[in-house]
DNA sequence: GATTGATCATAC
DNA sequence: GTATGATCAATC
């Protein structure tokens, strides 16, 4: 077990460390088998650099570095450091979302500050030597929070009026809306346009890949 | 090739 | 079953 961070500076200082460090490397310092493929083992290296850096337990609440108020966030990218997926930010509340503003909302909280991580992700690569690249703690830009506002406030509104059904993901310009869960029979309580509850597919809020391919430019670092 | 809906492992 | 961590893979 790794300690804590204490502050942003020593969470930045680890996570600078990683950089350059292969998923194998990092597997053997923390005597951890490196999977074939990440078919069976989709969050293992999120888990990874979370045990790494010293990340609260996951069985707690948010977010993921408590002390500093941090949220971990590590994404495949290409060799040109362009996300290969979308990131997924928390769970919706269905039933509540309607009386949520967003200064309170999960997807704000969770975003307010984030250390992203990029890994490798192609698949050709094998895990083990898929390298991590360099962190970056991150604060949405106004311009961004905006962005972020647009789509909740649409999505979040529809939610709340019991349309959750007739969400899909193609909504949305940086926000989207997606199941999260199991598999399609899982169901949550829900609530139809008509107020009637009813039995809906668990969703999530995903950031689109070109939000966060964004982010990761703006940031980058040259060596 | 990009996108959206579906899915997987683990802890409690 | 719920919540954490996400990526897979069928389809557009």
Known sequence: MISPPHSEAELW?????????????????????????LRRAKGWVGVLVEDALGATAKSKADPDF??????????????????LETTFVCTIPILDIGDV?????????????????????????????RRI?????????????????WDWEELAGR???????????????????????????SRRPGTDSDGQRVRVLPRGFYLRTHFT???????LVLP
């Not at 503003?101 to 030597?129: C, F, I, N, T, Y």
């Not at 690249?133 to 506002?149: C, D, N, Q, V």
Request: hydrophobic share 40%.
């Open 66 to 83: 408590e002390l500093i108020g941090v949220e971990l966030k590590t994404v495949p990218v290409s060799r040109a450091g362009v996300p």
């Open 159 to 185: 939610i709340g009026r019991g349309e959750i059904d007739d969400l899909h993901g193609g909504l949305g310009h940086s926000l989207q809306v997606r199941p999260k869960a199991a598999n399609s029979r």
């Open 101 to 129: 503003e967003w200064h309170e909302s999960r997807v704000l909280a969770k975003l307010r500050r984030v250390l992203w991580v990029p890994v490798l992700g192609e698949r050709e690569v094998p895990v083990a030597d």
């Open 13 to 37: 200082s680890r996570a600078s460390a990683l950089a350059g460090l292969s998923l194998g490397d990092l597997a053997a310092q923390l005597r951890r088998a490196v999977p074939q493929d």
């Open 213 to 219: 391919a964004r982010v990761l430019r703006e940031n």
């Open 133 to 149: 690249g360099a962190p970056i703690l991150w604060s949405p830009s106004s311009a961004e929070e905006a962005e972020l506002r």
